[in-house]
């Protein structure tokens, strides 16, 4: 794949981050690639070398290993990737680049995952780490590798807490602790709408999560493309859908009417 132009943006934004030692949040919205964004960073660390002494880490929901492994074989097929999952799961003879996992293995073998050496782990998913006492993120903080990375289209669901929280995971000790972070930004934020606490938020927070919207790279997305395809059902099929119609009229028949409910005019619906 070549990256668009916003894609290098961001792949060159964690790239820049990284090399300074400083962790990354990419929170682009969903559909704008930041699965690429992320593979082309692991690669990069790859092709200098970054990746021989220690590996990568990817911890994501366990419904997205699969396309996580075909994303990665698929658009860098240089990465030798291992799923870390099951019940046959083992960590003596690991020794591809990147490992992928689950947030809920990850938690049960987190003791296994600390004897190993990671350069950088990425979390996907990153409101999974949001609950600061819950046990995963305790564990994805237990961690140790030199650099991190989440991914997020949602950094802010309920609470500044949750930013806290995975700021927590991406460069410990860099926002003060949760009770002086809530006296002096949650609260005055939050409560007081105190927009002095805004902006000393963003100057922290700000050079380490890169938000795009859809409607901000609107012109660097290709063309929409739809396709229609009309596929006849099968005699089974059609038995099936016209007896439900039968059903679903004679149970309406049967209903009493409803007086909140008045049929449209023939004018309304041509009009409409």
């Known amino acids: ?23 990354a949040v990419i929170a682009d919205d969903m559909g704008l690639g930041k699965t690429l964004q992320v593979i082309a960073v692991l690669l990069a660390l790859k092709e200098s070398g970054r990746l021989e002494s220690g590996k990568a880490l990817i911890v994501v929901p366990a419904g997205l290993l ?18 870390y999952h099951g019940p046959t ?3 003596d003879s690991f020794d591809a680049d990147v490992m992928l996992t689950s947030y809920a293995v990850m938690r049960t073998d987190r003791d296994k995952l600390k004897k190993l050496k990671w ?6 998913e990153a409101q999974n780490i949001k609950n600061t006492a819950a046990a995963q993120t305790k564990a994805v903080n237990s961690l140790p590798a030199r650099w991190r990375i989440a ?5 802010v669901e309920n609470r500044l807490g949750e930013l ?7 460069m410990p000790g860099y926002l003060p602790p949760y009770k002086s972070f809530c006296s002096r930004f949650e609260k005055p934020i939050v409560q007081e709408e105190d927009q002095t ?25 290709p063309p929409k493309t739809e396709n229609v395809y009309r596929i006849e059902l099968e005699e089974e099929q059609r038995k099936l859908y016209l007896a439900a119609v039968v059903d679903a009229r004679e149970k309406l028949q049967a209903a009493k009417p409803c007086l909140l409910y008045t049929s449209p005019s023939p004018r309304d619906i041509s009009g409409s």
């Not at 806290?164 to 991406?170: G, M, N, R, V």
């Open 1 to 23: 794949a070549s990256l668009r132009p916003y894609q290098k943006r961001g792949y060159e934004w964690m790239m820049h981050n990284l090399k300074l030692g400083f962790g």
């Open 66 to 83: 699969g396309n996580w492994q075909k994303e990665c074989l698929r658009f860098a097929p240089a990465l030798a990737t291992t799923v």
């Open 89 to 91: 799961r083992e960590t």
């Open 119 to 124: 350069e950088v782990i990425v979390v996907d």
């Open 151 to 155: 991914m997020s289209g949602t950094p």
């Open 164 to 170: 806290w929280s995975i700021f927590s995971f991406l």
């Open 197 to 221: 606490a805004v902006r000393r938020l963003n100057q922290l927070t700000g050079p380490f999560i890169l938000r795009r919207m859809k409607s901000d790279v609107l012109k660097e997305l």
